[in-house]
């Protein structure tokens, strides 16, 4: 029977010939993933389980990077539990400090995940590593303890929507717009419990952080997954990375999905999100104007090379607005160091900006950027809910690097477009 | 399993960062996430929720991140069951790895308003208004995910797979 990408790759781990829409199946995990945050509870839930070893300490991954560098005592202790436990299983996989970045930023950059790979992670950005052609899903703690003491999970096989991308994206405008604008389009729950998978020949004109970003924002739409056909461009990056996994799960000519959607590249525009939801996608030329008081650069969704590049070339020469605080965060300490070698960062120090060291910390209002009642961001971030950044009243625009540069040098939103000399 | 108690109703799109804030995630004790249930959509809610009560909210409600701490808070706060026209698929995993009951049902969210009592058969679906004499039935879970309900959570039904083994 024909399957789609997902249900592929399902079948091959849950050791069956199909799979269909609706099986509820138990499936073999290549890699268990977890943060400062969620790994403390699963390590707790992994001690009622009884079992006394983890299934494989070279499939298990755990990512300090939520409230690290660690913002006060209780955040500590959790790291040191999630360390302690790592010594105590000799986890492979275990990144703090200098040898950390924001998890799905470092697990592409490291070859820990491949095409074909089945991966949990208790990080609902877990849907990141889609780009590479890989099933990849969030989940919570609990399941992050049974992935970690059995190597399974257990999963709804999901119907597919397919997105059949064409042409080719008009200069500054990025995979960021392109997703924000498919979410827009379908809503927050456009996609719940399906899986999302991209393809079409306008797929050779998204550059591997572009699509890293569109399947990170998948669960934006209630997806359960965010995938791309594997193409020249991915298995370039999978080679430059070392991963191992290499295996192509091609979706059948005849797959069925619950819905299709061609979506034109070229006519892809600037886009913003506006407070509330990812779904409040507008125009960034259209939004009137809007005074800012920070813009924030880096994260899982915007915090690679690409994005460093593109917001440098806007900032090149220019200033943050007076006023403004410009917050840069690389990535990963490879970005950080590849940023720090094409002179990147210096255009930020020379722009104002705060360049700080990666961590998801602003993102969710943990630290590194918290807003005060009142306060308005831009960030390149996922999620702009109530309170997201911070005080329940302060509000979060979501956008890509080029409008989030534009929008620190004129201090309101606004799309590259808008600054005088371009 | 039959539950009954008093209803805290919300709208749609309940996501998990209003139900506990991360500025609470530097700890994941169950009562002190419970001090600070729905904070930043109902500070009145952790003054006011008392054991065995509802929540009836509409679409998708537990939208974003995957932190279990949402449903441990709700849990921890007394709450019997979550009733929702839908659920985020992650939220919806979670609260019954936990052992929280939810039950997604479109038609719930007109059955009662915040304060009516509502009576719940999670097995059988079945959720009435005794006040009024109103119900509207959900589809029914079974399999794994009635299992995984019964045993009240998914480590509970792994132990008891495993004590079952060894008998």
Known sequence: MPMTMTQKILAAHAGRESVTPGDLIQAACDLVLGNDITAPPAVAVFRQIGTARVFDRTKIALVMDHFTPNKDIKSAEQCKTVRDFAREQQIVHFYEGGGAGVEHVILPEKGLVGA?????????????????????????????????????????????????????????????????????????????????????????????????????????????????????????????????????????????????????????????????????????????????????????????????????????????????????????????????????????????????????????????????????????????????????????????????????????????SALPGR | MKLQGSVHKYGDNVDTDVIIPARYLNTFDAAELARHCLEDLDPSFAGNVKPGDVILAGKNFGCGSSREHAPLAIKASGVCCVVAQSFARIFFRNALNIGLPVLECPGAVSLAESGDRLEIDIEAGTIVNPATGASVQAAPYTGFILELIQAGGLVARLRRNAEQRRK
């Open chain 1, 116 to 416: 074909g790979d089945l991966v949990i992670g208790a990080d609902s950005h877990t849907c990141t590593y889609g780009a590479l052609g890989a099933f990849s899903t969030g989940v919570g703690s609990t399941d992050m303890a049974a992935g970690m003491a059995s190597g399974r999970c257990w999963f709804k096989v999901p119907e597919a929507l397919r997105f059949e991308l064409e042409g080719k994206l008009p200069p500054d405008v990025g995979g960021k717009d392109v997703i924000l604008s498919i979410i827009g389009r379908i809503g927050v729950e456009g996609a719940s419990y399906k899986s999302m998978e991209f393809g079409g020949p306008g797929l050779a004109s998204l550059t591997m952080d572009d699509r890293l970003t569109m399947a990170n924002m998948a669960i934006e739409a209630g997806a359960k997954n965010g995938i791309f056909e594997v193409d020249d461009i991915t298995r370039e990056y999978l080679r430059s990375t070392g991963a191992k996994s290499r295996l192509e799960f091609r979706p059948d000519k005849d797959a069925v999905y619950a819905e299709t959607f061609r979506i034109d590249l070229s006519a892809m525009k600037s886009v913003v999100a506006l407070p509330s939801s990812p779904a409040n996608v507008h125009p960034a030329e259209a939004v009137g104007q809007i005074p800012v008081d920070q813009v924030v650069i880096g994260s899982c969704t915007n915090g690679r090379i690409n994005d460093f590049r593109i917001a440098a070339r806007i900032l090149k020469g220019r200033k943050a607005a007076p006023g403004l605080r410009l917050i840069i965060l690389p990535g990963s300490q490879l970005v950080y160091a590849q940023a720090l070698e094409e002179g990147l960062l210096a255009i930020f120090l020379e722009a104002g900006a705060v360049i700080g060291p990666p961590t998801c910390g602003p993102c969710l209002g943990g630290h590194m950027g918290v807003l005060a009642k009142g306060e308005s961001a831009v960030a390149t971030t996922n999620r702009n809910f109530v309170g997201r950044m911070g005080h329940p009243e302060s509000f979060v625009y979501l956008a890509g690097p080029a409008v989030a540069a534009a929008t620190a040098v004129l201090g309101r939103i606004a799309g590259p």
